[in-house]
């Protein structure tokens, strides 16, 4: 005899709204990801992920890429961070990134007319740069 029930589709349907109420559980829809505010660690909003890179083998988030500045999409600057150089705050809704305005100043950039390599080469200038072990 087999004792397995499968689910319904409002079971499917409950489970789907409760996983996106609960801000404890592990997994997050990338969707989701984008455009969440960054802040530092004393509260100031100085960003929001633009987007994410995921390593096509290992299916990992290697970087967020930041948008920081601009107005109404003008002069707005793009950088990557390692994934690990972020920390999700659920208490303020967004990541915290610990970096004075000098580090984040002087942090790699994605230039418009010039699409990075992402080689290894690159994975370790941008992780150096934040302090992570690539």
Do not use: C
């Amino acid at each position: 005899m087999n004792d397995i029930v499968s689910p319904t589709a409002q079971d499917l349907r409950d489970a789907r709204n409760e996983v996106g109420r609960d801000e404890e559980h592990n997994l997050i829809a990338s969707n989701k990801v984008e455009g969440t505010a960054v802040y530092r660690p004393d509260g100031e909003k100085i960003g929001r992920i633009h987007h994410l890179m995921v390593g096509k083998t290992t299916g990992q988030v290697e970087y967020a890429i930041m948008s920081f500045g601009g107005f109404l999409g003008m002069g707005k600057e793009l950088r990557p961070v390692p994934w690990e150089a972020l920390d999700y705050d659920p208490e303020m809704g967004g990541y915290i990134v610990s970096a004075e305005e000098d580090t984040l100043r002087n942090s790699p950039y994605l230039r418009e007319d010039i699409e990075p390599t992402w080689d290894r080469a690159y994975g370790m200038h941008v992780f150096g740069y934040w302090g992570v072990p690539y």
